[in-house]
């Protein structure tokens, strides 16, 4: 059963602008994403894949992000590639309390924007 649904999109040159502000990369992204980030040499479209990653998840919880905050959700890849979502701290109570076991997410960008969805179950 599905307990949370969010989805979000985003502009990457709005990320792409940001990403040069090292306040910006350490209040959204978690050390292990910003190393991945690297390993992307920083592209925008991965980072905003990312941002809107997290948006959407805050939807899904249905808490926005005063209650959890952005590095409490974090994209984590598969060896294939895949992603997936760890949450921690306020993030990973909220979805327990709601009764979610799993969360799914799903990534995607065009040239001028990127977009998320995630489905907690």
């Known amino acids: 059963m599905v307990l949370g649904i969010g989805i979000d999109i985003i502009e990457i040159r709005r990320i792409s602008k940001a990403m040069d502000n090292p306040v910006f990369m350490d209040r959204?992204?978690?050390?292990g994403e910003q190393e991945y980030l690297?390993?992307?040499k920083n592209n925008p479209s991965t980072a905003a894949g990312y941002f809107a990653a997290k948006e959407a998840a805050a939807k899904a919880l249905?808490?926005?992000?005063g209650r959890v905050k952005w590095?409490?959700?974090?994209i984590v890849r598969e060896e294939n590639g895949k992603p997936c979502m760890k949450l921690y701290g306020n993030a990973k109570?909220?979805?327990e309390?709601?009764?979610g076991e799993t969360i799914l997410v799903s990534i995607s960008h065009s040239r001028e924007n990127a977009i998320a969805e995630v489905l907690i179950c």
């Open 28 to 31: 959204i992204y978690t050390p």
């Open 38 to 40: 690297r390993t992307r």
């Open 62 to 65: 249905g808490t926005g992000f």
């Open 71 to 74: 590095t409490e959700i974090e």
């Open 93 to 95: 109570s909220v979805m």
């Open 97 to 99: 309390d709601m009764g």
